[in-house]
């Protein structure tokens, strides 16, 4: 099987995690026109959304789909990723405890992204493409102090958006 041929195949849980990049993304995009209490509202709200999604989503695929189920190993590099996540996350709040802080939200995203990476090996080849992208973005945030953290916090919103839109889209092929 080739991988970009058959990546709905590949990779079912693409779609599920591709609509819900879409709402997070949208919910970052929307959280840089504001201060920090208003970036974290609207992630809140972009995430809840993407849960409702795969919810919704998820539930009418097992009721209406007979199509291809995702391997257990699949669930589980899910469950690895959000672990990874988790812990890294737990990190960057010990370092950086101002939460208002450029350092802060820079190595949020950047772990956001390397954690991608470890779902690249059950929602595919896009899914690690952006994290390369969202980390790579998180770097030259970092470097770059000059310019608004809003202008990087928008860029990965987008970035999150682009990548979701091709999964979903990719997943209907």
Not at 2 to 25: C, H, Q, S, V, Y
Not at 30 to 50: E, H, Q, S, T
Request: one cysteine or more.
């Amino acid at each position: 099987m080739d991988i970009f041929t058959n990546m709905p195949e590949l990779f079912p849980l693409m779609r599920g995690g591709g609509a819900f990049l879409i709402a997070i993304g949208l919910g970052i995009l929307v959280g840089a026109f504001g201060d920090r209490k208003w970036r974290i509202i609207a992630l809140i709200a972009g995430a809840a959304l993407g849960i409702l999604i795969m919810a919704v989503g998820g539930a009418t695929r097992i009721i209406f789909d007979e199509g291809v189920r995702p391997p257990i190993w699949q669930w589980i590099v899910l469950a690895i990723a959000f672990l990874v996540e988790g812990y890294l996350v737990s990190v960057v709040v010990r370092k950086f405890p101002d939460l208002d802080s450029r350092p802060f939200w820079m190595w949020m995203l950047f772990i956001v992204g390397a954690h991608f990476l470890i779902l690249g090996f059950s929602h595919g080849p896009i899914c690690a493409l952006l994290a390369i992208v969202c980390m790579i973005n998180a770097l030259i945030g970092l470097r770059m102090t000059s310019v608004d953290l809003r202008v990087f916090w928008a860029i990965d919103g987008v970035l999150k958006i682009l990548a979701g839109a091709l999964m979903v889209w990719v997943s209907y092929s």
